[in-house]
Nanobody, 124 residues
Framework: QVQLVESGGGLVQPGVSMRLSCTAS????????MGWFRQAPGKEREYVAA????????LHAAAVKGRFTISRDNAMNTVYLQMDSLKPEDTAVYYC?????????????????WGKGTLVTVSS
């Protein structure tokens, strides 16, 4: 059973950067496309970004494109989300997700495993 553990959340001021990490265990990490989703208070969970198993393809949601970057290190079984120029509307619980098919993960489906989430609060 694949387990995903997020880290790196917290309280930051608008405009600063933060990096989230998600470390996987219990499976062959490179077999999975990895993604990040988020859920803001009172809203539905939404797709943020995903990266293919080899790391050669990635796709970011329009709301974060140019500010957030997803990457992975298969030797470390870890996926990252570098978040720059954070805005108050980025405040949410961020979830790590693993799916066997990249093409479905990037449209918000096909999640086989979820992490428990890490809270990011952007506020002055």
């Amino acid at each position: 059973q694949v387990q995903l553990v997020e880290s790196g959340g917290g309280l930051v001021q608008p405009g600063v950067s933060m990096r989230l990490s998600c470390t996987a265990s219990g499976g062959t990490f490179s077999n999975y496309a990895m993604g990040w989703f988020r859920q803001a208070p009172g809203k539905e969970r939404e797709y943020v970004a995903a990266v293919s198993g080899t790391g050669d393809r990635s796709l970011h949601a329009a709301a974060v494109k140019g500010r957030f970057t997803i990457s992975r290190d298969n030797a470390m079984n870890t996926v990252y989300l570098q978040m720059d120029s954070l805005k108050p509307e980025d405040t949410a619980v961020y979830y790590c997700a693993a799916g066997l098919i990249y093409e479905t993960l990037i449209v918000g489906f096909g999640v086989d495993h979820w992490g428990k989430g890490t809270l990011v609060t952007v506020s002055s």
